[in-house]
């Protein structure tokens, strides 16, 4: 059976990780989020951790190489996935390049880009309400909260139009109640 390997697209602060809860357990699929990744290896403090714990900290994105291979040992570690959830990648066209060359190799390729919109006054106010109890240190910043919206809007929403020229982008409603956008979300993916 072919696998669902799904990009969960969309700035920050749109509900790429509260979603991707919902998703997993219906689908069964394998949670990749490289933002995890990165906070847990600040957390074990690890060389990389330590590094990359300055650039998340001024709301700038990691470097190519560090998160594709962190993806490339993920994807390496769980053959027997039924599918994927990439949730926070990928983010550069860069990254989208490379995961298409190790999914491709392994004729598994990317199913659906789910790609959530929500209006950047609104991402800005859940971002940092989310910092007032999260204690991630960089949704607590207004300017670092806005450079993360700016990046995005720079380096990662050019991949709507990389998916849609292989007919697999889907823009979803991200404004809504969670179960609203979950209900929107598996009608997507069909
Ligand atoms: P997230 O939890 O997805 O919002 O990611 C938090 C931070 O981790 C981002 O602001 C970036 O600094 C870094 N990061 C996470 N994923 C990536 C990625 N795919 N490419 C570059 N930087 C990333």
């Known amino acids: 059976m072919s696998k669902l390997n799904i990009v969960l697209f969309g700035p920050p ?34 060389e990389l951790g330590l590094m990359a714990q300055e650039i998340m900290g001024r709301g700038e994105l990691v470097s190519d190489d560090i998160v594709i291979g962190m993806i490339r040992n993920k994807i390496e570690a769980n053959n027997d ?8 990648f990928p983010r550069t066209k860069a990254q989208a390049e490379a995961l298409d060359g190790m999914l491709n190799a392994k004729s598994e390729p990317i199913t659906v880009m789910l790609a959530l919109e929500v209006p950047e006054e609104e991402l800005v106010k859940r971002l940092l309400g989310r910092g007032a109890t999260s204690g991630r240190a960089d949704d ?6 806005r450079n993360r919206i700016r990046e995005y809007e720079n380096k990662t929403a050019p991949l709507k139009e990389y998916y849609s020229a292989q007919g697999k982008f889907k823009a979803i409603d991200g404004v809504g109640g969670i179960g609203e956008i979950t209900a929107r979300l598996i009608q997507a993916v069909g």
Request: net charge negative; glycine share 14%.
């Open 13 to 46: 602060g749109a509900g790429k990780g509260t979603q991707s809860e919902f998703l997993i357990n219906r689908y069964n699929l394998v949670h990749l989020s490289t933002g995890d990744i990165l906070r847990a290896e600040k957390d074990a403090g690890t």
């Open 81 to 88: 996935a039924k599918g994927f959830i990439f949730d926070g």
């Open 140 to 145: 607590q910043d207004e300017a670092v909260v």
